[in-house]
């Protein structure tokens, strides 16, 4: 059943990326824990977006409410809500209705920030050019170590809220060294979407350039 | 098929309560997200029950990895470890499994460390005497309204890490206003693992004394 479930799955994820691609849109698939900051994150980027004149458009997956999705309206930017009710991830199926409902050909970027948390959504790519994990320093320094899947399928991850370290118990280069063991060397991005630092370096990664 | 799989958990929860209660032990179903501070809570309750000559054991429950069992076997307290692969929470199933690997005659107490998120454990209640919802401040004040169904289900709430409150933009009084929307006037108790604050009425709550 679950293998079934995993190749429709991947099959829609294949369409949706071809239908994007088709319209030139750029797309990320924003995972991670509740309050780890994608939100602000994709906020933050958004922003710089539209001061360059790229047309960023946002979908927000939630279990329940529609917080996030407010706030991307709040920036002006189309954006459609999804509510799983019970489910913990989004999936391709999902976005694919969602992409029916945005007008494509006015759009340059989109971001769909998942449901939050670091288990359900590994498993089911969107069709999405990258797919970016967030995790923050707040969250302990085992989190990595405990979903190494979502860490191995994830192209690009960041580690955010650097800028708490001093007031918590956490070492970040614990988190970094159980990363590079995952995923073969590659980087942990430390940011702070607060300050600022080191999203930079993360649009690199990410191949965000505008 | 999901009324059929709720419908057995809740069968297999009565008999785990019922095995439990035969042996004089009380128990709690720990839930909440990752790095809200599950572990750190049981450790510091679980070491005051140790002093005072109360038999405390723990099931860690996670995707992957060891480091609470590990942190659980440090207090010398009998733990068991349930590493769920890709399952996104406990289950009654493998909780019966769990209680046969115990000593039940030498425990007065049981923690259940759930999986770390806010959406599935909710379904699946395990036979616990009572079941526990911990987040913390740094999650962000809309994890409420975001995971209506945790916290209606939990019969008891805690918000941690109140001590940072003063380095993030978080307001405690929102989150308290959402829980007690949901739950019509519960107390959402305020605590801090790392201070104590607000601990001894949570065990009030609990219905722990030791």
Redesign the interface.
Known sequence: MEIDVLAENRKIADENHELLKRNGIKSIDVMG???SGKTALIERIASEMIKKGKRPAAIAG????Q?DYNRFRSLGIPAININTG???HLDAHLISHALEKLDLESIDFLFIEN??????P??FPLGTDKRLVVI?V???D??V?????IFSVADVAALN?ID?VP??DVDPQRITDDYQKITKNKTLHLISVKTGAGIPDLLKDLEVDF
Chains 1, 2 share one sequence.
């Open positions: 824990s509740i309050g939630d279990v329940a409410g917080d019970k489910e913990c449901v939050g948390n670091l288990v359900c590994a498993d923050s707040t969250e302990g085992d989190m170590r405990k979903h190494p899947l809220k708490l007031y918590l």
